[in-house]
Each structure stands twice: as C-alpha cells, then as structure tokens.
C-alpha cells in the first residue's frame, strides 16, 4: 500500500512540473462598426479568438476580417475597458495587418485578470477610421 502511495505521489509530481495542470482559456470576439466607440458606418466584420495559457501567461490570437473601407492599417488588443469605453493598446499586432491576423504574446498577472474579466477588446483601423472600424469586446 506504501507503495502504492509512493508511486501515485511521483506521478502526481511529474505531472505537475510537466504543466499538465496548465489551463487553458479561450475567448471569441465578434467585430463590426457599430460596436466602435463612436460607432462607425461600415460592412466591415470579423472575429477574433484569443487562446490563454494561464500555466505560461500567453495568448494565441486569430483575428479575421473582412468588408472595410479599405486596407488596415493598424489592429490591436486594447484594454481594459468595458463595452461602450476605450482604453489603451495592451497588445499591438504586428504589421502588416492582413487577415488573418495571427502571434503570441505574454500577459502580466494584471492584464490575464482584465481578460479573464472581459474588458479586453479587439479592433481593426484603416485610413477612413484612423480611431478603428471594427471592434469587438472579447469574452469567454
């Protein structure tokens, strides 16, 4: 029975330094204009996903869209703030912006919490919206 004991207690532990206890969230946004703060006048849509990996504090995003005024110029992670708020760029995606847009990035403890809260949002600007065109709040 010690034995026993011993074993499922090593197993436990290689499990644990191994990450197998990582979680791992996923969050979807809906984009289009009329969720832009203002709203904006466009057929502009998209989605985005974003993958959190609480164990390694990283997120996977994907964001597609497609319908704009014109070629994007600039997209981002912005954060925290509630729907119907702005707030500042906490991940700025790299150029160019075509979708799909997709990278990783590292998140402090602060920022996983806003995620986790959902006051992260994503959006999408192009020269006729230098504010951005498409938006959408990121939620579980």
């Given at each position: 029975?010690?034995r026993m004991?011993l074993?499922?207690a090593?197993?436990?532990?290689v499990?644990?330094?191994s990450?197998?206890?990582a979680?791992?969230?996923t969050?979807?946004?809906?984009m289009?204009?009329?969720?832009?703060v203002?709203?904006?006048?466009s057929?502009?849509?998209?989605?985005?996903?974003?993958?959190l990996d609480?164990?390694?504090?990283?997120?996977?995003y994907?964001?597609t869209?497609?319908?704009?005024?014109?070629?994007?110029?600039m997209?981002?992670?912005?954060g925290?703030a509630?729907?119907?708020a702005?707030?500042?760029?906490?991940?700025?995606?790299?150029?160019?912006?075509?979708?799909?847009?997709t990278?990783?990035?590292?998140?402090?403890?602060?920022?996983?919490?806003?995620?986790?809260a959902?006051?992260?949002y994503?959006?999408?600007?192009?020269?006729?919206?230098p504010g951005?065109?498409i938006?959408?709040?990121?939620t579980?």
């Amino acid at each position: 029975m010690a034995r026993m004991a011993l074993v499922a207690a090593l197993l436990t532990g290689v499990a644990l330094s191994s990450g197998a206890w990582a979680d791992t969230i996923t969050f979807h946004a809906k984009m289009d204009a009329a969720s832009e703060v203002p709203p904006k006048t466009s057929s502009g849509t998209g989605t985005a996903t974003v993958t959190l990996d609480t164990a390694a504090k990283t997120i996977t995003y994907n964001v597609t869209y497609s319908g704009l005024t014109g070629p994007a110029t600039m997209a981002h992670i912005h954060g925290p703030a509630a729907p119907g708020a702005n707030a500042g760029v906490v991940v700025p995606f790299k150029a160019p912006v075509t979708s799909p847009i997709t990278g990783t990035a590292t998140l402090t403890d602060a920022q996983i919490a806003d995620l986790e809260a959902g006051k992260y949002y994503t959006n999408v600007h192009t020269a006729a919206n230098p504010g951005g065109e498409i938006r959408g709040q990121l939620t579980k």
